[in-house]
Every structure is written in structure tokens, then in C-alpha cells.
């Protein structure tokens, strides 16, 4: 979200303010944002159309959260056969049946299908036409059809939920040689008998890290491209170093501190060059994933004709509101962040601004905003990492269980990773939370849910977790908080009381 002066919406003479509307609400583009922000406004009984161009639930149905983490699972049963001899098992290699992996992932896509469809959205009272939005004043949108034809629709409010797609870095020779994305790999590797045998990955973000576990554990020989001197750059450098040696146990070839150059063809064999601290080096390669981040869809549809900023992102104002109030932006196009729940999250805002904002309206909260990449182990995280807050000066301070003590990742074999929170000196506010280890997302639920409401570690130590339960690792911390911030003078009033009361 880059911030605009809301008041200052521009005219012009040949935008007409219709006297009436078709519609109340126009969203534009049928992902995660655009979804619930159709879901909410058809809850509210507005009249409201849904315009996608191409696939209903965009991005993360398609080309990202759901097939990356279907690939994964599969990815992740090939390791644990490979690795049985841990649990007294016979290890086997797994004959990775590639083209039936991709088949799965696509099975898992259209299970989850309905969810996101035209039918369930026609049942909600959404109006769905599946066409190419493009925004004519600040009123009227039309769409390209389809399936031919075109239609033009006035409205109250609109937002603009048109996404990100990958950004493909400009590397002389990168299109010569052909490159995948998060866009195309699932169609494009999808009947493959095998992964490609030599895979360069090109970031060590969250999409490269994920991508290259899964493809190093379904056979391919993997090596990483990162130009940061570290992989998983936002993450603090102990979640990320632990990630990184899974990574390399893996069998992933992990170059940090290198910079993709050049790329190119020779004696039919494709080659990239990596700049490392000068020294440059050649690597031959059989397939390239670029993962080098996602740039937000601005261009095409008619922002910059109606005059709204495309700097990097939508320009919105708090209330996710661009230069013309009645135009608001939500999902990867509007930033911050470029997650799924955060896009739903943004939706609510936008769909009860351009609903009611000329009544109420509400600033987008990102007050606590969690996340998780899914590696083995998972990094998860919600408020402040440990880096942000030195470099902010945010005085803090920091406790951390190692989830190796745990029993119940001792008896799963999965004990590794840690829990870290930071609090206020000498409270037991929580002001951020890391956690690396198995099941890391879904064990960070409870500090978002504390943070959220206000609880301190105090509360989630005088909760009973299950026994044995990975959650404990929670209370773990929480315990350990306590331990160090024990009264020495009460403990010295409390001996005292014990000693007399033996007499
Ligand atoms: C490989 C990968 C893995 C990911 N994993 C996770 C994860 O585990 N968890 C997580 O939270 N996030 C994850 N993400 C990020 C997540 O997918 C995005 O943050 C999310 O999809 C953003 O939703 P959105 O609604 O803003 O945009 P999108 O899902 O991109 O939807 C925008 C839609 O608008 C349509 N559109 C664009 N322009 C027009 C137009 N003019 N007219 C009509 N339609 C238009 C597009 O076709 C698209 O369908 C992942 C992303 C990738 C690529
Ligand atoms: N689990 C999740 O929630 C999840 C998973 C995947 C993606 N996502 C979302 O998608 C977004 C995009 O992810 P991403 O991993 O593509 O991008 P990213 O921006 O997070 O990481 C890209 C990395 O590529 C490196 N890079 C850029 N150009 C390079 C070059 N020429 N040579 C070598 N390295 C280069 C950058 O230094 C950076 O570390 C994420 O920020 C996240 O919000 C979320």
C-alpha cells in the first residue's frame, strides 16, 4: 500500500458522474482479494459483478499456494521414504513417479475448484462475467467478453484485485533460453515422466525455497541461485540457516552471494553465468525457474488513464481507497504484503469502504500480520523479527525454547527448529514471534491470536495445552519467559516462609 491524498481526485471534463448506477460494486479480478471482497458485498445485498479475465481463485488456486504445497506433500513422502531407517523402517529410494505427482497436483486443484467457481459465486448472488476488465472513468468499466463481444457497466464503487504475476528478471539470453515461473511450470512440466534432471532455481525467497526442496526431493539436481548473502533475506538468520542446511541436505546446491549475469545455448547445451564477488562461472542446466519475486498487474486496464499512481503497487490510502475514493485496491496489487490471507484480509476493508465509506470508513489494520513459508521446516512468523527490531531500535527482549527439547518432536523425529518471541523489557507483551520446526504455520495461530487480543506469554502459560502436542513448544516459551523473570526478593520471602513452616 503506497499512501495517497484521497481528496485530491483528479476530474476530468469528459467523465460524466452517472445519475445512476447498474451497479453498487465492480470487482475487478476473481482471486483471493477479489473473492471476498464479491462475498462480502453480495452478503450486504449490494448488486455486485465479478470480472475475471482468465482462471476464478487466481493466483493461489492455480499457480501458487495450493499446488506448491500439493507438491510438496508428495515431495515430502519421497524424503520420509528415503529417510525411514530413522523410525526402524527398511529405506527405500522412491521411484518418483513425476507425471502422477503433477496429476496429483492438478487433482488437488480441482477439488478445491468449487470452492472458488462460477456456479458457487452465482449462488451467493454474484453477478461472475469472465472477460478482460478495463476501467473507462472513474464509473463505467468495460469487459471484454470472453466469448466474444463486449459489455459496458456503470458502478457506485469499484476494486481493482487484479493480482501479481511473476517478474522475470531481464538477464541477457534469459528468453533465448526459455525460462519457467510459477505460472507456467504446473502446465508446462505437467506429463513429464521425470523432474528435469539439472533445475537452476533463481531465488531464495519463499517460492525458490519451496520450489527447490520439493523438486531436489522428486529427483531433480538442484542448485539455487541467491544474490543476497543469505537465503530467505526477510526471515532472521537463525530460522533461515536452518532452512538452508535442510536445504543442502537435500541434496541443493545453494549459492548464495551470486548474481544471475548472463544465460545462453551452447552446443544445444544451456548454460547460466553467476557473478560471484567478481569471479564469474558457468552453469549448464536443463530447466530454470525464476523466482526472483512477483511484480503487481498495473498496466492495461485504464489506472493511468484515470490518473491513479502505479509506482510499484496500486497508490491507496489507508482505507485502500486510490485517488478517486470510489476506486479501491486490495490483494498483491495494493501491497504490503503478497499473501492470501492478507488479500482476504484487505478485501473486508475495501468492500465495506466502497460499500459505506462515504458513511463510515475503516483504516486496513496490519497491526498483526503473520505468515509462513512452507520448507521443512517451516518458518513461521507474526509481528517483529529479532533483525527489524534492532535496526528499528525497538527496545525488546528475547526468549527462545528449542523445540529439541520437546517430547513430542523427540518421539516424532522431528526435533529441530525453535520458538522465539520478543517482548516488551520486563512485560510479557508479545511484540513478535518466530517459529521453525514441523507444523510451524499452524503452531503460530496462538501467538497471532494473543497478540491480536492482547494476551501476554503470561496467558499462554496458564493455558493447558495436550500432552504430548508440538503446541506445548508455546507454553514451553512462555515458561521459559517466567523462569527468567522471576522476583529474586519474593522467592528469598517465600524460602523464608517454607523454612519457618518446618519449624
Ligand atoms: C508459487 C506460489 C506459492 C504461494 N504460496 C502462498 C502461500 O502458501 N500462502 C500465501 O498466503 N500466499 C502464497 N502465495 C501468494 C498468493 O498466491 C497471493 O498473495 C494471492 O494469490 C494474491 O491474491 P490476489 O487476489 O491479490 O491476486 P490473484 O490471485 O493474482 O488474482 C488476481 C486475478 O485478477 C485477474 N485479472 C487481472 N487483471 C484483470 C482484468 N483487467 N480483468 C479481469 N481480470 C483480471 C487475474 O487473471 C487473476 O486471476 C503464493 C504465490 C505463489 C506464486
Ligand atoms: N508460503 C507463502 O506464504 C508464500 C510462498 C511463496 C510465495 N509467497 C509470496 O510471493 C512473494 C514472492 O516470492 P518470491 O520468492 O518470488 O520473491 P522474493 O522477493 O521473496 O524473493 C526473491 C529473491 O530473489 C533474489 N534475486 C532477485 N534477482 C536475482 C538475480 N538476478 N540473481 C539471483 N537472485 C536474485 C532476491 O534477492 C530475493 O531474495 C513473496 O514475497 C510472498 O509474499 C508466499
Redesign the pocket.
Known sequence: MASTDQNSASTNSDWKRPKRFDRNLIVIGAGSAGLVSAYIAAGAKAKVTLIEAHRMGGDCLNF??VP?KALIKSARIAHQMRHAVRYGLEPVEPKVLFSSVMERVHNVIAEIEPHDSVERYTSLGVEVLQGYAKLIDPWTVEVALNNGGSQRLTTRAIIIATGAQ?FV?P?PGIDEVGYLTSDTLWDRLRDRPSAPKRLVV???????C?LAQSFARLGSEVIQ????PRLM??EDEDAASLVEASLKFDGVQVLTN???VACGVEAGEKWIEVDHGGEKRRIAFDEIIA????APRLKGFGLEELGIKVDRVVETNEYLQTLHPNILAAGDVAGP???THVAGHQAWFAAINALFGDLKRFKADYSVIP????TDPEVARVGLSEAEAKQKNIPHEVTRFGIDDLDRAIADGSARGFVKVLTVPGKDKILGATIVGEHAGDLLAEFVFAMKHGHGLGKILGTIHIYPTLAEANKMVAGQWRRDHINAFRLSLLERFQTWRRG
Open positions: 501458487g499456494c506448491s511473476p528478471p538477464i533463481l531465488g531464495g525467497g519463499p517460492i525458490g519451496e541461485i541467491e544474490m543476497a533475506i526477510r551470486h548474481k544471475a523466482a526472483v519475486g512477483r504484503y503478497q499473501f505468515w509462513a513459508t512452507f
